[in-house]
């Protein structure tokens, strides 16, 4: 069944959907968590050893530690959420449920990214489940 669905899906025009842009969002959110870990590192150690081979360590300040792990974070779960969203796509199972669940996936990560550097542990773990129960729900469309 679940085969059959993905084969319509993509036998079909694709357009974008709201699924869609929240996951390229996604993506593009990326871009600041990839650099204000270095920006940190710089603002730090100088504009000389951004463009050494950086060999020596740099004593930064803890934002910048929560920032390496919020980075990280978002790369280990990004593949996941793209997998999901990608699958309710091709499924033609993406629909108004799946793209609320989308939107509060791309605002709870955004809003874990912020509360990771900010220093706050427990609006950072709500987020981070508010985000899953999220992926749950696509989930949930694509098997029903």
Not at 17 to 30: K, R
Request: charged residues 15%; aromatic residues 6%; hydrophobic residues 55%.
């Amino acid at each position: 069944m679940l085969c059959n669905k993905l084969c319509n899906g993509l036998c079909n025009e694709m357009p974008m959907t709201p699924d869609l842009i929240c996951l390229l969002l996604l993506a593009l959110w990326s871009i600041p968590l990839n650099h204000a870990p270095a920006l940190g590192r710089v603002s730090e150690a100088g504009l000389e050893w951004a463009a050494s081979n950086r060999d020596k360590p740099v004593t930064v300040p803890d934002w910048v530690g929560r920032a390496d792990r919020a980075q990280r974070n978002h790369h280990d779960n990004l593949a996941m959420i793209a997998a999901v969203i990608l699958i309710a796509h091709f499924a033609g199972q993406a629909d108004g449920v799946t793209a609320k669940a989308s939107i509060a996936i791309l605002v709870f990560r955004v809003l874990h990214g912020l509360f990771y550097y900010a220093g706050v542990p427990v609006l950072r773990s709500l987020s981070y489940v508010g985000s899953i129960i999220a992926l749950g729900v696509i989930v949930w469309r694509i098997v029903a």
